[in-house]
């Protein structure tokens, strides 16, 4: 009987304890923007006019992740909306590529009109990979790049990492 007594308490005190890690961990959603302004510029040779433009992802740069960068236990990208404006009406972009160099990610959308809000179709391990490098090392490389109907104009191209965090209290 003591036996069981024994076993059930150490189980107990085993379960107490694996409730407790969880109630001293804060829970919070992120988004991590990167907003790019574009310039296309008429290069006067043929009908479409290249662009590319590149900048940092920084996790740090979300005011809660940079409280908390030294006791995050767990970052998950959940998805990455893009949103491009400046478009004008009835022109196009024939090809747009967003590539995060360090874990060569690569989504390429094609035939964008007009203001365009669009979930990037990333497969669930290209996003595990980011959410891993993220978490090492807080900040990835992200160029966009593609070619335009119409120049000069300023593109909007706005990236929205979608992130759940866990951090410990």
């Known amino acids: ?13 085993l379960l107490m304890l694996s ?10 959603d992120a988004n991590f923007k990167v907003n790019m302004n574009i310039d296309v510029e008429d290069t006067g040779k043929g009908d ?3 662009f590319s433009e590149t ?22 990208i959940t998805e990455i909306e893009c949103e491009v404006t400046g478009i004008p009406s009835g022109q196009s972009i024939p090809l747009l590529k967003m590539y995060v160099e360090e874990i060569d990610l690569t ?8 203001n365009h809000i669009i979930t990037l179709p990333i497969s669930e391990d290209l996003l595990n990979a980011l959410s891993n490098y993220l978490f090492e090392n807080h900040q990835a490389t992200v160029t966009v790049s593609g070619e335009s109907t119409y ?11 979608k992130s759940k ?3 410990s209290i």
């Not at 409730?19 to 919070?28: A, P, Y």
């Not at 900048?55 to 998950?76: G, H, M, P, S």
């Not at 989504?107 to 007009?114: A, M, N, R, S």
């Not at 104009?153 to 990492?161: D, Y």
């Open 55 to 76: 900048q940092t992802l920084n996790i740090e740069d979300d005011k809660e992740v940079a409280k908390q960068i030294e006791k995050i236990k767990e970052l998950d």
């Open 151 to 161: 120049a000069p104009m300023v593109l909007g191209v706005k990236l929205n990492f």
């Open 165 to 167: 965090v866990a951090a």
């Open 1 to 13: 009987m003591k036996k069981l007594i024994t076993l059930f308490t150490i189980a107990g005190i």
């Open 19 to 28: 409730s407790c890690e969880d109630g001293l961990t804060l829970r919070f």
């Open 107 to 114: 989504v390429t959308l094609e035939d964008i009109t007009e």
């Open 48 to 50: 479409t006019f290249p």
